[in-house]
C-alpha cells in the first residue's frame, strides 16, 4: 500500500541552526500537509501545499518557516532558525483532494538542544 | 479563531467497557474527519462524515454527525486493548477551505 515517507526519523540540532524535514508524498496525490505535535498534546495544522504554494497556513507558520517541493516528489519544511520550542513530532501528510483522507507519513521527531 | 472543543481529555475504562468522545466546534463544519493514533505512532484516518445527522458504523466503533453540522461523537461498544490510543476529531472549516481544525484528543486508557 503506498505510503507517506518522512526521513530523518529524528534530528537532533542545536538551537539557531537550520533544519530541514523531508517527505516524500503518496505519489498520485495533489495536496500536501505539513503538522506538528508537541509531545502528548493536540495535532496542529501548519501549512498546507497546493500546486506548488502554500494553499494555507496557520499563525505558528511563521517567517521562521518555509516549505519547498524542489522535485516531483520530494515535499521539504525548513526551520531557518530553530528554536528550543520548536522541539516536536512533525508530521508529513498528503491527500488527493483537498478536504479528502489525509494519509500521514511516521513523523520526524525534532530535538531541539 | 474557529476551535473544535474535544471531551474528555481521557478515559480509562476497564477491557469489555464501553468509550465515547465529543466534540463541538463554534461554527458549522463542511465535514468531520476522525483519526486514530496508537502510542508512538502517526494518525491514521478512521472515517470521514459529511452530512447532517449522519451516523456510520465500523464494526464496534459508531460515529456521528450532528444536525447542525457542529458536534460529532465516536462511541466503541466493548473496548479491547488493541483500541487503546487518542482519538482525534478534525474538523473541515468549508468546502473551499481544506485546512482541519483538530480536536484536542481523547486518550483510551484500558486498566489493567
Known amino acids: 500500500e503506498p505510503e507517506v515517507t518522512q526521513t530523518p526519523s529524528h534530528q537532533v540540532t542545536q538551537m539557531g541552526q537550520e533544519v530541514i524535514l523531508r517527505c516524500v508524498p503518496i505519489s498520485n496525490h495533489l495536496y500536501f500537509y505539513w503538522y506538528r505535535q508537541i509531545l502528548g498534546q493536540k495535532v496542529e495544522f501548519l501549512v498546507s501545499f497546493y500546486n506548488n504554494e502554500i494553499s494555507e497556513k496557520s499563525e505558528i507558520f511563521d517567517d521562521q518557516f518555509s516549505v519547498e517541493r524542489p522535485d516531483g516528489s520530494n515535499f521539504t519544511l525548513k526551520i531557518r532558525s530553530t528554536k528550543l520550542e520548536d522541539s516536536a513530532m512533525y508530521f508529513c501528510a498528503s491527500s488527493v483532494e483537498g478536504g479528502n483522507i489525509q494519509y500521514f507519513g511516521a513523523g520526524t521527531r525534532l530535538s531541539v538542544l | 479563531g474557529q476551535q473544535v472543543m474535544q471531551i474528555p481529555q481521557y478515559q480509562h475504562v476497564q477491557e469489555g467497557e464501553d468509550f465515547t468522545t465529543y466534540c463541538n466546534s463554534s461554527?458549522?463544519?463542511?465535514?468531520i474527519q476522525w483519526y486514530k493514533q496508537r502510542p508512538g505512532g502517526h494518525p491514521v484516518f478512521l472515517i470521514q462524515?459529511?452530512?447532517s445527522g449522519e451516523v456510520k458504523k465500523q464494526k464496534r466503533l459508531t460515529f456521528q454527525f450532528g444536525e447542525a453540522k457542529k458536534n460529532s461523537s465516536l462511541h466503541i461498544t466493548a473496548t479491547q486493548t488493541t483500541d487503546v490510543g487518542t482519538y482525534f476529531c478534525?474538523?473541515?472549516?468549508?468546502?473551499?477551505?481544506?485546512?482541519?481544525?483538530w480536536g484536542a484528543g481523547t486518550k483510551l486508557i484500558i486498566k489493567p
Open positions: 478534525a474538523g473541515g472549516r468549508s468546502v473551499s477551505n481544506y485546512q482541519l481544525i
Open positions: 461554527t458549522t463544519l463542511s465535514n
Open positions: 462524515l459529511v452530512k
